[in-house]
Nanobody
Framework: QVQLVESGGGLVQPGESLRLSCRAS????????MSWYRQGPGKQRELVAT???????SSSDSVKGRFTISRDNAKNTVYLQMNSLKPEDTAVYLC???????WGQGTQVTVSS
């Protein structure tokens, strides 16, 4: 039973920080590449960042330098540290096992003054 559960979203002001977590179960987490996506209201789902099983990371240009993806295999958890948040970062953030149809339910991030 594969399950991904995101947490850590909330309402913050521009310039503030937030850390999202995604805990996985039902998979051999350590061998999986993991990604964070986001979907704003009325927008297409967008890839934000990816981390491979080896720990190699990539991120979209829109968040590069502000967001950092990381993982803790001992906790079966992938994180997204979001700094210097902007209103355009407002979206539902979803965890995904890369190249699969397994998704979490998402956590809402709202950046507003």
């Amino acid at each position: 039973q594969v399950q991904l559960v995101e947490s850590g979203g909330g309402l913050v002001q521009p310039g503030e920080s937030l850390r999202l977590s995604c805990r996985a179960s039902g998979i051999l987490f350590s061998v999986c590449s993991m990604s964070w996506y986001r979907q704003g209201p009325g927008k297409q789902r967008e890839l934000v960042a990816t981390i491979t099983s080896r720990g190699s990371t990539s991120s979209s240009d829109s968040v590069k330098g502000r967001f950092t993806i990381s993982r803790d295999n001992a906790k079966n958890t992938v994180y997204l540290q979001m700094n210097s948040l902007k209103p355009e970062d407002t979206a539902v953030y979803l965890c995904n096992i890369e190249s699969t149809h397994y998704w979490g339910q998402g956590t809402q991030v709202t950046v507003s003054s």
